[in-house]
């Protein structure tokens, strides 16, 4: 069976301390990835930890993206979920590395769903 | 450098429709999950969608809880992003499989926020 999604797990390092600090641009970003990805934007809620990082995440029609940010090491780790062929995840990645200003992207996809024979064949017969 | 959090990536198989397909029910046996792992809770979001389907996100302190579920298959994709030594994701995931009242757990853990020496280096002279 075909996968029903795509997850990308990045490890964005080398980020610029103000952004990664900023609720607002963070979240700014991360929906402006979301959409620049061709995603459908549903629900998003982001929250700032004190002295600081930003923590949210953008609900879209195809699954999410996620980020968790350490402004102090300009480290965000973000991950973004596809499902359907519309949307590629590596797209929102890049466009997040380059709009954080980032030095250095390491990332992985995994595929989401891919279901044994013996659930859809119970599925079907629901 | 020890790593900043852990993610987990369940694919949870052989659940339940009425569960799945049940936002309220969804978001509920999201949030417990984050508390039964001792997680605090921050902010959630959850989106249900026509004809089946929700998908949504818990909020913590020590990262996040996402979820997107497929009803008709009995599936649902979860991950559990945890940092510090508080909370264990696989705690989480292991209430989250009993509440669905699956069949089957297949996860993975991967380790997020190892950081290369050149970038803490750069973070402490900053």
Same mark, same amino acid.
């Given at each position: 069976m075909k996968p029903l999604g795509r997850h990308v797990l990045a490890e964005i390092y080398g980020c610029k301390f103000? $952004?990664?600090?900023? $609720?607002?641009?963070?979240?700014?970003?991360m929906v402006d990835a979301a959409l620049e990805a061709g995603a459908e934007v549903r629900e998003y809620v982001?929250?700032?930890?004190?002295?600081?990082?930003?923590?949210?995440?953008?609900?879209?029609?195809?699954?999410?993206?996620? $980020?968790?940010?350490?402004?102090?090491?300009?480290?965000?780790?973000v991950?973004?979920?596809?499902?359907?062929?519309k949307v590629n995840p590596w797209d929102a990645c890049n466009y997040l590395t380059e709009k954080f200003g980032a030095?250095?992207?390491?990332?992985?996809?995994?595929?989401?769903?891919i279901l044994p024979e013996i659930f859809t064949r119970e599925a079907v017969n629901l």
């Open positions: 103000d $952004i990664l600090n900023d $609720i607002k641009k963070v979240e700014k970003i982001f929250h700032k930890f004190s002295p600081q990082g930003v923590s949210g995440v953008v609900v879209i029609s195809e699954s999410h993206l996620a $980020i968790h940010t350490w402004p102090e090491l300009g480290y965000a780790a991950d973004v979920f596809t499902c359907g062929e030095e250095h992207l390491t990332a992985k996809e995994t595929k989401r769903g």
